[in-house]
């Protein structure tokens, strides 16, 4: 398994597994991700491929995420450099349950550590319950619940790593 970020080529491939995420969601009735913002243009609006990650298996793209070091639209008030900002985070169904969420959320962390950013972030739909307990369980504290975009509720959370923990 290898980790890293996307070569332009891959984009659609990237799409591929937001798209089959957000079916699979839809399908258990709990719609996430409108299939316009999960265009390589939506996706790509103020980021650089260099923001999107995937885990490969066999040559396979098995995960996807996108990795910023500024968020001001969801995290406004955060000083610049502090974090690094985690959105997206998606597996493919056949890979699901294998401990691959787990590995994507551990290069985070350390991209995050390795980039002296002090807070891994991340923003998710406050209704999920399964979604925030999976963050929680992988060390995030909540720290705000408000709605995005004035109309969704969400949770917004974050990872103090370590190196820069107070002592």
């Known amino acids: 398994m290898e980790i890293r970020s996307i070569r332009e080529s891959e984009i659609d491939l990237f799409i ?8 699979w969601i839809a399908a258990n009735k709990k719609r996430m991700w409108d299939e316009a913002d999960l265009q390589a ?3 790509m609006e103020g980021l650089t491929i260099n923001n999107f990650f995937a885990a490969f298996i066999d ?15 969801f995290w406004p008030e955060d000083p610049e450099g502090e974090a690094l900002y985690l959105h997206k985070l998606c597996i493919r169904r056949k890979y699901a349950k294998t401990g691959l969420s787990d590995r994507m959320i551990g290069y985070a962390k350390n991209l995050a550590e390795v980039s002296k950013k002090r807070f891994l972030k991340l923003d998710c739909a406050a209704d999920r319950a399964a979604l925030r307990q999976f963050y929680e369980q992988h060390g995030f504290a909540l720290v705000n619940e408000r709605l995005a975009m004035e109309k969704y509720p969400a949770a917004f959370y974050r990872f103090e790593i370590k190196s820069y923990a107070k002592a």
């Not at 591929?16 to 079916?23: D, T």
């Not at 040559?59 to 639209?73: N, P, T």
């Open 59 to 73: 040559g396979e793209i098995a995960g996807v995420m996108i990795l910023q070091d500024e968020d001001s639209f």
């Open 41 to 43: 243009h939506s996706l």
């Open 16 to 23: 591929e597994v937001l798209m089959e995420g957000a079916s």
